[in-house]
C-alpha cells in the first residue's frame, strides 16, 4: 500500500495536500456537473434561483458497502437530496457536497464514487455548487460518509403538502418495492445474487415534475419511500393527514428477486428502502391519467394504483387487503430493520 | 449505562423510534431556532429568499473532542456555515443540520450540543430550516459528525471576490489569532488551562453585514480563516488574486495564552484554526474607516490593519516583517498542524 494511493490525515488539514486532493481528485472526478474553475475553491457559491419559494433539503449519506449493485453512495447522494427536492414539487437547482474521509480510504474508491456523483448530477442537470473536506483518523468514520444538501425552485402549479391530502384520494407507487434495500443487504450479506437485483436508485425529478406539470393541483402529495420503506411513508402519512389508508396487496408490482431476499432474510418488503421509485396521493379524478402520465417514463413503467384515503380518523390506520384477503395492518417499523441502508 | 440515554442503532431506522428521537430530544433542544411544528417534519423546507442572488453553503465538522472551552461541536457547525455565507457578503436566512449520530453517544451529550446550536442561530436570527438523523454502530464514527448547509441572500452593495483584490488593499483582522484551535488543543491534550483560554467561536454576519453597509465596495474580499488559520488564507489569497501580500507580524493582535500554548506545543498561532474571526480586504482610503466600523463591536474590538497587498506578482509570495526587524514567508500548511480541529 503506497501513501499516494489513500487517504492520509494530512489530506484534511486544509493546507496545500488538501488543495492537492480537491484539485487533483475531486474536481475532476465529478467532471462537468461541478462548474467550479478547477483551481479556485471557495467556501460557498451563488446559485440563480429567480423567482419563485426556494426548497432547501439536507441528508448524510452512511450506506454500506460503498459500493452495491445498481450504485454507490455517490449515486445515491446525489439522487437522493435531488429526489428530496422533487418530492417537495421543486425544480432540483444546485447540491453541495461535503465529504467526511477515513484515513486510509483508497483514493481509487473516492474517484469512482464521485465520478458516479457528478455523473448523476449532470444526467439531472443540476450544479455541484458548492462542497467540504474533512478527514478523520483510522477508526473515526467507516470508508467515509458525505452529507448533500439541496436547493430548488417550487414548480409552477405545484400544491403539494399533507394538509391536502382527502378521502377518496388514490396512492400511486411508480414501481415495484424494495430494490434498494434487498441489493444492499444481499451484497453485504454476500448472497451472491447481485446479477438479478440492482437498487433501483435513480433521480425522480423528471417523474414528479411531469405529474405536476399535467395534473397541477390535483397531485395532493409526493414521497420517495425510502428509509423504513412504503411502511413508513405511509403510516406517516396517515398521521399527518388524519386518514385512514388502505392498500391492496395485489396491486403493488413486485420484483420476484426482492421478494426472494426479503424472504431469506426475514424481512418485510414493505418496510424496505427505494431509492428511486415516487409515492404519490393524487385527487380521485386524475388517479387514471398520473398513472398514464408516469407510466410514459421508463422509470415508473409499473406505476399503479395501490390504494386510496379511506377516511378521516381520530386513529389513522394503514391496512393492507392481502393476496388471500384477509386484512393487514402496516405499521411504522419500530426502529432499525436495515441498518446502514442509505 | 440505561438503554433510555444512549443512542441506539434503531434510531437511524426512519420509523417509531427515529420520530421520538426527533420529537422528544432533536427540536425541544433546537428550540425557537426550529420552526417546525413540534409533531410534523419534512425532509425539505421551503425559505423565503425573495430578491437577489442566492448565496449557498456546506461544512462537516468532526472537531474532537465534542465540547471544549468557549463552545462544541453544535455551535460550532451553526457559526461556521452562518460564517461561511457571512464572508460571502451574504445575509445567512436558513441553515440545514444533518446528524450522524454513534450507536451509544450519550442522550444528554446529544441534547447540549443542540441547545447550543439552536441557541447560536436564534440568536443570528437564522432558521433551521430542514435536518437529517442518521445512526451508525460503535466505532463507525466518533460520538458524532454533524453537517450544516446554509442559504443566504447577497447584501446590498456586496462586491467581494478575489478578482476585486488589488495592490494597495489594506489587509484586516478582527482580533487575537488561533483561540480556537489552541482551546480545542489544549482540550484535547489534557493541559488545563481552560479557564484562561477559550474557543473565538461565534457568528460574524453583524461584522461582515456593517462593513457591506457602511463601505460597500470598497469591502473587496472576506473570509474567516478557520482551519489553516491566517497563513492559509492568506496564501490561497495571493495565489488567487496573482499579488505579493506583506503583513507586520507586531500588528497582530495576540492573545498571549494561546501564544503560550502555542509554544507549548510546537505549533504556529499563524496556522492554528479561528472560529470567530474575519479577515478583510479593504480600499487602502476606507481601511480606517473600516477599522472603526468593526472595532465598535465586542467581537471585533482589537480589529486592526496587519498588512496589504503590494505589487501583482507571478509567483505570488506572503512576507511578514517580523518583530525582529527580519522578513519570513509565510506558507501555505502542508498538511494537518492540527487534526478533527473543526
Do not use: W
Not at 447522494?77 to 422533487?86: F, S
Not at 418496510?271 to 379524478?285: C, R
Not at 390504494?307 to 390506520?317: E, M, N
Not at 394503514?318 to 384477509?326: D, F, S
Request: glycine share 12%; hydrophobic share 45%.
Amino acid at each position: 500500500m503506497s501513501d499516494d494511493d489513500h487517504i492520509l490525515l494530512a489530506h484534511g488539514g486544509g493546507g496545500q495536500l488538501t488543495a492537492e486532493l480537491i484539485r487533483q481528485v475531486i474536481l475532476p472526478a465529478l467532471g462537468p456537473a461541478c462548474r467550479q474553475e478547477p483551481t479556485r475553491l471557495t467556501d460557498s457559491a451563488q446559485v440563480g434561483l429567480a423567482g419563485g419559494p426556494v426548497v432547501f433539503t439536507t441528508d448524510s449519506y452512511v450506506v454500506k458497502p460503498l459500493e452495491f449493485p445498481g450504485g454507490d453512495i455517490g449515486k445515491l447522494a446525489v439522487c437522493g437530496t435531488i429526489n428530496d427536492l422533487a418530492v417537495a414539487g421543486a425544480q432540483p437547482r444546485a447540491i453541495s457536497l461535503a465529504l467526511v474521509l477515513e484515513e486510509g480510504l483508497e483514493i481509487e474508491l473516492l474517484r469512482r464514487v464521485l465520478v458516479s456523483a457528478g455523473r448523476a448530477a449532470h444526467d439531472a442537470g443540476v450544479t455541484i455548487a458548492t462542497g467540504d473536506t474533512k478527514v478523520v483518523e483510522r477508526g473515526a468514520a467507516d470508508g467515509m460518509v458525505i452529507n448533500t444538501a439541496g436547493v430548488g425552485t417550487l414548480l409552477k402549479g405545484a400544491e403539494v403538502g399533507f394538509d391536502r391530502i382527502a378521502p377518496g384520494d388514490r396512492i400511486i407507487i411508480t414501481g415495484p418495492l424494495g430494490e434498494h434495500g434487498m441489493a444492499v443487504m444481499s451484497r453485504r450479506e454476500g448472497l451472491g445474487i447481485s446479477a438479478d437485483l440492482a437498487s433501483d436508485c435513480a433521480a425522480i425529478h423528471e417523474l414528479s415534475a411531469a405529474l405536476v406539470g399535467e395534473l397541477g393541483p390535483a397531485v395532493h402529495f409526493m414521497r420517495d419511500p425510502t428509509r423504513g420503506g412504503l411502511a413508513a411513508t405511509l403510516a406517516e402519512l396517515a398521521d399527518a393527514a388524519g386518514c385512514d389508508i388502505e392498500i391492496a396487496e395485489t396491486a403493488i408490482p413486485v420484483n420476484p428477486t426482492a421478494q426472494a431476499v426479503a424472504e431469506m432474510l426475514g424481512l418485510d418488503l414493505l418496510a424496505a428502502a427505494n431509492e428511486g421509485k415516487l409515492l404519490a396521493v393524487i385527487a380521485p379524478e386524475a388517479a387514471e391519467r398520473a398513472v398514464s402520465v408516469l407510466a410514459a417514463f421508463p422509470l415508473a413503467r409499473r406505476a399503479a394504483v395501490i390504494g386510496q384515503v379511506t377516511r378521516r380518523s381520530d386513529y389513522p390506520l394503514v391496512e393492507m387487503l392481502t393476496r388471500a384477503a384477509g386484512r393487514r395492518v402496516v405499521q411504522m417499523p419500530y426502529g432499525e430493520e436495515l441498518p446502514r441502508i442509505c
